[in-house]
């Protein structure tokens, strides 16, 4: 980034354009050709150009805005923590800024930076592994609670879920059922791993070894999850039960089973994350965790507000309990 202010002329002027097109490139306007679009974006990105939010709205004092980063806006997991952020925001007089990141650690930098010039309050954020791996306080401008997501070497506020104690119920649940060859869908974020570490407890203190050709690491993504499954289903052995990591990729696993004309749980179990509108809705109904998730998204924001008003008070880490909601999706082996 330069080391002064570069001003929107000179973008105009570096980019053959007029100060007008730029306005309307940078605000996502109409009536701009793509190739010109490019060539501004590009132009921005060279100079360093930043808008500056704060000067356009003549506002010279801290906002009554706060900031919403999730990782995922179609996981129902952050649709319902949205809003519980927003209403507890909006009690309080604040409004909330949503951006979702779709794990992509650029796309989060630039809503960070987007947040920081317009001088947000403060905000909540599912970080990326990226910045998981590169957290230090500096980074951030403002107040930060982090939710979903451990930071393991930063000191922050934090709202998380006792994942190693809900993933040990739920596939403790599924050996007790009497399903021995337990399949896994895990991911590489920080949850994921964590739930990942539960299910091998689980496993192990039941006499049973994890096995590889029964894991799979996959983006939490649906299609994700169909395609692991389907690899899992094409094995000599394939498990009886099939425990994911969130909501959507059991939503995939799903699919992979119907699609091959399998019974669940008759010809493979399966466990999962979250209460969904469709859990409790297909048949048979999904066993799963269900997380607390408007207590995640309200004690995050009333952490966050407090931070905002005594910037000095220790930092808290709050830890919550899922709750195992057993189901026909699960029911005993046969």
């Known amino acids: 980034m330069s080391a002064r202010m570069v001003s929107i002329k000179e973008v105009a002027e570096a980019a053959g354009v007029s100060t007008a097109t730029v306005s309307r490139v940078l605000s996502n306007g109409l009536h701009v050709r793509p190739e010109v679009r490019e060539r501004v974006m590009a132009t921005v990105e060279r100079l360093g150009y ?82 998981i791996a590169n957290f230090t306080d500096s980074n951030f401008p403002f107040p930060i609670v982090v939710v979903d997501r451990s930071i393991s070497n930063g000191d922050i506020d934090a709202v998380l879920l006792d994942n190693v104690d809900a993933a040990y119920r739920l596939v403790t649940h599924l050996i007790e059922q009497g ?35 029964y894991m799979k690491y996959v983006a939490p993504k649906v299609e994700a999850g169909y395609a692991a499954t389907l690899k899992m289903i094409d094995v000599a052995e394939p498990p009886d039960a099939l425990f994911t990591v969130n909501s959507l990729l059991a939503v995939g696993a799903l699919q992979a089973v119907r699609e091959r004309s399998l019974s669940i749980p008759d010809d493979m179990a399966l466990v999962t994350f979250d209460e969904t509108t469709w859990a409790s809705l297909v048949q048979p109904a999904i066993t799963l965790i269900a997380q607390p998730t408007y207590e995640i998204g309200k004690t995050a924001t009333e952490l966050l507000l407090q931070r905002i008003a005594d910037p000095n008070r220790p930092t808290r880490q709050v830890m919550l309990k899922g709750q195992l909601q057993v189901r026909g999706s699960s029911a005993p082996r046969g």
């Open 50 to 131: 930043r808008p500056n939010l704060v000067a356009r709205s003549l506002r010279s004092q801290q906002s009554n805005t706060i900031g919403l980063i999730v990782s995922d806006i179609s996981n129902p997991f952050f649709t319902a923590i949205s809003r519980a952020v927003e209403d507890t925001a909006y009690e309080q007089g604040f409004s909330v800024l949503l951006c979702n990141t779709d794990e992509n650690a650029e796309k989060e930098a630039i809503y960070l930076n987007l947040m920081r010039d317009m001088s947000v309050a403060g905000a909540i954020m599912s970080p990326t592994r990226q910045t």
């Open 179 to 213: 399903y021995r060859r337990i399949g896994a869908l895990c991911s590489e974020m920080s949850t994921g791993l964590e739930r990942q570490i539960g299910y091998e407890k689980a496993l192990r203190s039941h006499g049973l070894a994890p096995k590889t050709e």
